[in-house]
């Protein structure tokens, strides 16, 4: 008798490993499965972010680049309708050189 209840408590001790060992494995795929879900919106939401901000540079550098032809654009039609004045240069020049050594 002493026999038989030794053996079903080991029986039982045996049986309690088991499911434990079982509930062991299960919470382990659930955690990595937990895991890869975290990660994937994880991973979703950051790459939203990365394009919401690459959207948002690419549009502010085309209206920089915009500006910034619209101002180059600007500076050549200026310099295209200043005229050359050779005679006032000549005269500019003459007067800077020479009165310069002259009176210095």
Avoid: C, P
């Avoid at 080991?10 to 990660?39: H, M, P, W, Y």
């Avoid at 994937?40 to 085309?62: P, R, T, V």
Wanted: hydrophobic share 35%; glycine share 2%; net charge negative.
């Amino acid at each position: 008798m002493k026999q038989d209840v030794f053996n079903h408590l080991l029986d039982i001790e045996n049986s309690a490993s088991t499911l434990v060992f079982d509930a062991q494995v299960e919470a382990g795929k659930r955690i990595s499965l937990a895991k890869a879900k975290a990660d994937q919106s994880f991973k979703d939401e950051y790459e939203k972010i990365i394009a919401d901000f690459e959207n948002d540079f690419l549009e502010k550098k085309e209206g920089i680049e915009e500006a910034q032809n619209n101002e180059y654009k600007k500076y050549d039609e200026n310099l295209s309708s200043l005229t050359q004045n050779e005679s006032e240069f000549v005269e500019f020049l003459n007067n800077y050189f020479f009165r310069s050594s002259r009176n210095g």
